[in-house]
């Protein structure tokens, strides 16, 4: 009886000792779903891919990072979000445009698992207690960035060409400009032959719309009125931005939070390069400062998806690589400043810095 009892014993500390193990170094899981038939979820998808085994082991834990490519349509956003959850990801990054960051929060909205957008910026999903978070800055503001510099220069009529699919960013963004712009405008859908609306004394063009049809846009006008700006909002530069080399895209503008770079990240984004042979564009760092928020807060409360909802949730300053951006309770971020830029072939030229007037100081500060 006594050496059954002694053999129970063991027994039970060998199976309490391994349960105490596998908590102490299971893996802490991040989900990532990017739709990589676009050029700028492809280019997220491979900078999480580069960096994702840098991710030093938090304790005992490593960190696991799960990928899923999906397609840019509904059914196959949805299914790459089921299959995270089946994994028991403890947060989830995704959203390169806005409509797939709707629908991944649709999908997640029962789960409480923590979801980063990367470049997703309707503001939609702004002012919500939800479990949504971003350092890109929202439509609202965009528009409003875009607006003030319209003015700055002078221009008496604008026309706003935007696509036809991706409309919480598209329709969302044109609205904020429109608000804001006290002058004329015109706004189309694009179309072939879209040209012809230059003729009536347009100053600048604003394409809001994917880096193909962007491109399409810009030697349209070129065309018909070389002498006309051009602007593009993030949606389309941001892939075009890592190849600025294209003499087609040579001398338009674009507003951004991505100005001079953080030395710190000099070398990561050198190390890409080398790897990939393109310059990385803001969203794909934008991918990885994500995953470096994420995996701070991880090493502070632990991989369960409500402590991280929580802790996401307090207000805090972030660095974006660029700049400070303030994280508000609603999990919205608003940079301190942004950037005129110029794509020129020799790189990007700052020619300005346009105050944020919807950045607020907070209370909080994480380095």
């Given at each position: 009886?006594?050496?059954?009892?002694?053999?129970?014993?063991?027994?039970?500390?060998?199976?309490?000792?391994?349960?105490?193990?596998?908590?102490?170094?299971?893996?802490?899981?991040?989900?990532?779903?990017?739709?990589?038939?676009?050029?700028?979820?492809?280019?997220?998808?491979?900078?999480?891919?580069?960096?994702?085994?840098?991710?030093?082991?938090?304790?005992?834990?490593?960190?696991?990072?799960?990928?899923?490519?999906?397609?840019?349509?509904?059914?196959?956003?949805?299914?790459?979000?089921?299959?995270?959850?089946d994994?028991?990801?403890?947060?989830?990054?995704?959203g390169?445009?806005?409509?797939?960051?709707?629908?991944?929060?649709?999908?997640?909205?029962?789960?409480?698992?923590?979801?980063?957008?990367?470049?997703?910026?309707?503001?939609?999903?702004?002012?919500?207690?939800?479990?949504?978070?971003?350092?890109?800055?929202?439509?609202?503001?965009?528009?409003?960035?875009?607006?003030?510099?319209?003015e700055?220069?002078?221009?008496?009529?604008?026309?706003?060409?935007?696509?036809?699919?991706?409309?919480?960013?598209?329709?969302?963004?044109?609205?904020?400009?429109?608000?804001?712009?006290?002058?004329?405008?015109?706004?189309?859908?694009y179309?072939?032959?879209?040209?012809?609306l230059?003729?009536?004394?347009?100053?600048?063009?604003?394409?809001?719309?994917?880096?193909?049809?962007?491109?399409?846009?810009?030697n349209?006008?070129?065309?018909?009125?070389?002498?006309?700006?051009?602007?593009?909002?993030?949606?389309?530069?941001?892939?075009?931005?890592?190849?600025?080399?294209?003499?087609?895209?040579?001398?338009?503008?674009?507003?951004?939070?991505?100005?001079?770079?953080?030395?710190?990240?000099?070398?990561?984004?050198?190390?890409?390069?080398?790897?990939?042979?393109?310059?990385p564009?803001?969203?794909?760092?934008?991918?990885?400062?994500?995953?470096?928020?994420?995996?701070?807060?991880?090493?502070?409360?632990?991989?369960?998806?409500?402590?991280?909802?929580?802790?996401?949730?307090?207000?805090?300053?972030?660095?974006?690589?660029?700049?400070?951006?303030?994280?508000?309770?609603?999990?919205?971020?608003?940079?301190?400043?942004?950037?005129?830029?110029?794509?020129?072939?020799?790189?990007?030229?700052?020619?300005?810095?346009?105050?944020?007037?919807?950045?607020?100081?907070?209370?909080?500060?994480?380095?």
């Amino acid at each position: 009886m006594r050496r059954r009892l002694i053999s129970i014993t063991l027994i039970i500390a060998v199976v309490s000792s391994g349960f105490l193990f596998y908590r102490l170094t299971r893996p802490y899981k991040i989900g990532v779903i990017f739709s990589i038939d676009m050029m700028l979820g492809y280019e997220e998808f491979l900078a999480v891919s580069f960096y994702k085994d840098r991710l030093e082991n938090i304790g005992l834990h490593p960190v696991k990072v799960i990928l899923k490519a999906s397609q840019n349509d509904e059914e196959s956003i949805r299914k790459a979000c089921r299959e995270l959850i089946d994994d028991n990801v403890s947060v989830i990054i995704g959203g390169s445009i806005s409509s797939a960051s709707l629908i991944v929060l649709d999908e997640l909205k029962e789960s409480g698992i923590p979801f980063w957008g990367v470049t997703a910026s309707t503001d939609i999903l702004s002012n919500r207690k939800d479990n949504f978070f971003r350092i890109q800055p929202s439509t609202e503001v965009m528009g409003a960035a875009y607006a003030k510099v319209f003015e700055q220069k002078g221009y008496r009529k604008i026309l706003i060409v935007r696509a036809s699919i991706n409309t919480n960013y598209s329709e969302r963004l044109t609205d904020s400009i429109t608000k804001n712009f006290h002058s004329e405008y015109t706004v189309t859908e694009y179309y072939s032959g879209f040209e012809e609306l230059l003729d009536l004394n347009t100053d600048a063009v604003m394409c809001i719309s994917p880096s193909m049809e962007m491109l399409l846009i810009i030697n349209a006008v070129k065309d018909r009125k070389p002498d006309t700006d051009v602007f593009a909002a993030d949606w389309g530069v941001s892939a075009f931005g890592s190849l600025f080399a294209i003499p087609d895209i040579d001398g338009f503008y674009s507003v951004s939070r991505s100005g001079y770079l953080d030395s710190k990240y000099e070398d990561v984004l050198s190390q890409y390069f080398e790897a990939f042979n393109i310059i990385p564009s803001y969203g794909a760092l934008t991918a990885i400062i994500v995953l470096e928020i994420i995996h701070q807060k991880m090493s502070v409360v632990g991989n369960s998806p409500e402590r991280l909802l929580r802790e996401f949730s307090k207000p805090a300053y972030f660095r974006n690589g660029y700049c400070d951006v303030y994280l508000n309770e609603f999990g919205d971020g608003n940079p301190e400043e942004l950037y005129l830029r110029v794509l020129e072939q020799s790189g990007i030229r700052i020619e300005n810095h346009i105050i944020n007037d919807f950045f607020l100081p907070g209370d909080y500060i994480d380095e």
